[in-house]
């Protein structure tokens, strides 16, 4: 069984524009860090013209399906019937996209089948992580 998960989804860059353009960006899921999502934006979609990729909690873009929720960088809300917002707030300014719920409904529930909610800590290698964490401390 693969232990990544990838999952390219459609997301609406919204601007000043009245058009929304559709800009390709996908949603990948990795068991060895069991609580992060990321969101990767590919380069030509990106100002700065390199691939732009946003780290967040699986639990922050579930729960911004039902309500708004973050208070960082990264917040997510419903918006309308079908659609999720994500916002991406950084020094340089803030992009606010639209994705279909559906997808990541879809996306999340993948997710949940290769590590269930709640037994996250099941795969984190604590005594291997505070190994590493020491050994670059001498």
């Known amino acids: 069984m693969s232990t990544v998960i990838e999952q ?5 860059l919204v601007a000043a524009a009245p058009r929304m353009p559709s800009i390709p960006a996908t949603l990948r899921y990795d068991r060895s860090d069991p609580f992060a999502i990321r969101m990767t934006f590919p380069a030509p979609a990106t100002l700065e013209g390199v691939e732009v990729c946003w ?3 699986r639990d ?4 911004g399906l039902e309500e708004p929720e973050g208070h960082g ?3 997510v809300r419903p918006y309308g019937y079908d659609r999720t917002v994500l916002e991406f707030h950084a020094p340089e300014g803030t992009a606010v996209v639209h994705v279909r719920t559906g997808e990541i ?4 529930r993948r997710t949940e089948e290769l590590v269930p909610v709640g037994l996250e800590h099941l795969q984190v290698d604590l ?3 505070l190994a590493e964490l020491m050994r670059d401390a001498y």
Do not use: I, N, Y
């Open 8 to 12: 390219p989804v459609e997301a609406r």
């Open 55 to 57: 780290t967040f909690a």
């Open 60 to 63: 922050l873009l579930a729960a």
């Open 73 to 75: 960088d990264v917040r």
């Open 105 to 108: 409904r879809h996306f999340l």
């Open 127 to 129: 005594d291997h992580d």
